[in-house]
């Protein structure tokens, strides 16, 4: 199992637990794997321990002494103490229901541990999340993420769509490419469309698109994902659900926002293999059916691309 990142420092798990045998309870399980554990009992001391030394994990009690593990998690992220890639764990004092799961992930936690531990599950966990935010950390290192939303910027997304086209090459299997971009609702708001709005897609895309798919930023405003195993039909719903995340994430804060509709377009092939194209012209096709939802504002929002479109980036 992997519990290194590639400067060979050990894992670290942030344990954020009123409960002194809860802690301990948790370094036995941890420590013998590699992982190197902090320990921490209150939602002041795990700031402090973050701004430290950023973990890489974190497993919080729902409630502490001082706040709500959900309202650390929040706080952790709003400062920009943990990355967008760190998984969080909360903790109930119970087995988990159906509705402390719903709970979690609705908080933006990763997963929901009750009580007692599987330790089995816990390992389980950490050994599929970790990885995963540190390849991210290394993706950022490298010059594959946008800053500004967490996705894949040009460059990324284009190295990830060509291992997602590789991979449905040798499986004959479905590919597709949506882009989705807002449109402010009118000329005075074009300025403020700009950080605050690209921010909150790129989370709602995050949290709303499969693991499996490649999610980058093109531009200033649009945004495409890249589904393997999905083909024209399977790509306007994925593009539906996207666009439902997008403007679910928008209410949560509207009064901070502008206004802005959303325009998408979309290319789909059933067998990447024999469809005589590689992955720039499929994300040029999308683009070209976006340029046409853009063109006639009284249209369909979500357009998909026609033979008779004009395949180009302008």
């Given at each position: 199992?992997?519990?290194?990142?590639?400067?060979?420092?050990?894992?670290?798990?942030?344990?954020?637990?009123?409960?002194?045998?809860?802690?301990?309870?948790?370094?036995?399980?941890?420590?013998?794997?590699?992982?190197?554990?902090?320990?921490?009992?209150?939602?002041?001391?795990?700031?402090?321990?973050?701004?430290?030394?950023?973990?890489?994990?974190?497993?919080?009690?729902?409630?502490?002494?001082?706040?709500?593990?959900?309202?650390?998690?929040?706080?952790?992220?709003?400062?920009?103490?943990?990355?967008?890639?760190?998984?969080?764990?909360?903790?109930?004092?119970?087995?988990?229901?159906?509705?402390?799961?719903?709970?979690?992930?609705?908080?933006?936690?990763?997963?929901?541990?009750?009580?007692?531990?599987?330790?089995?599950?816990?390992?389980?966990?950490?050994?599929?999340?970790?990885?995963?935010?540190?390849?991210?950390?290394?993706?950022?290192?490298?010059?594959?993420?946008?800053?500004?939303t967490g996705v894949y910027?040009?460059?990324?997304?284009?190295?990830?769509?060509?291992?997602?086209?590789?991979?449905?090459?040798?499986?004959?299997?479905?590919?597709?490419?949506?882009?989705?971009?807002?449109?402010?609702?009118?000329?005075?708001?074009?300025?403020?469309?700009?950080?605050?709005?690209?921010?909150?897609?790129?989370?709602?895309?995050?949290?709303?698109?499969?693991?499996?798919?490649?999610?980058?930023?093109?531009?200033?405003?649009?945004?495409?994902?890249?589904?393997?195993?999905?083909d024209a039909?399977?790509?306007?719903?994925?593009?539906?659900?996207?666009?439902?995340?997008?403007?679910?994430?928008?209410?949560?804060?509207?009064?901070?926002?502008?206004?802005?509709?959303?325009?998408?377009?979309?290319?789909?092939?059933?067998?990447?293999?024999?469809?005589?194209?590689?992955?720039?012209?499929?994300?040029?096709?999308?683009?070209?059916?976006?340029?046409?939802?853009?063109?006639?504002?009284?249209?369909?929002?979500?357009?998909?691309?026609?033979?008779?479109?004009?395949?180009?980036?302008?």
């Amino acid at each position: 199992m992997r519990t290194k990142a590639a400067s060979a420092r050990p894992v670290v798990v942030l344990i954020v637990s009123k409960q002194e045998w809860t802690s301990r309870s948790l370094e036995s399980i941890l420590a013998p794997r590699g992982y190197a554990v902090h320990k921490t009992y209150t939602s002041a001391q795990a700031v402090k321990q973050a701004q430290i030394e950023p973990p890489d994990a974190i497993i919080v009690d729902e409630e502490l002494p001082d706040g709500t593990g959900v309202a650390l998690c929040e706080l952790l992220r709003a400062r920009g103490l943990v990355t967008p890639s760190t998984p969080v764990l909360l903790s109930v004092a119970r087995p988990p229901t159906r509705r402390d799961r719903l709970a979690a992930l609705n908080a933006r936690a990763w997963a929901c541990l009750g009580d007692p531990i599987d330790s089995d599950e816990l390992l389980a966990l950490l050994a599929t999340f970790v990885p995963a935010k540190l390849d991210a950390e290394q993706a950022r290192t490298d010059g594959l993420v946008d800053e500004v939303t967490g996705v894949y910027n040009v460059r990324g997304l284009t190295r990830r769509a060509h291992e997602l086209a590789a991979a449905a090459s040798r499986r004959h299997a479905a590919l597709a490419c949506v882009l989705i971009a807002p449109d402010p609702a009118d000329e005075a708001e074009t300025a403020a469309l700009q950080e605050g709005v690209v921010r909150r897609i790129g989370a709602a895309l995050r949290s709303a698109a499969r693991q499996s798919d490649a999610i980058g930023r093109l531009g200033p405003g649009a945004f495409a994902v890249v589904a393997v195993d999905t083909d024209a039909m399977q790509a306007r719903h994925l593009a539906e659900r996207l666009a439902a995340a997008i403007l679910a994430e928008s209410d949560r804060q509207p009064e901070a926002l502008p206004r802005f509709r959303l325009r998408a377009g979309l290319h789909g092939v059933s067998d990447f293999r024999t469809a005589s194209i590689d992955t720039v012209e499929l994300m040029l096709r999308a683009t070209s059916a976006l340029e046409r939802a853009r063109a006639n504002p009284a249209g369909a929002w979500l357009q998909e691309f026609e033979a008779g479109d004009s395949v180009s980036l302008s």
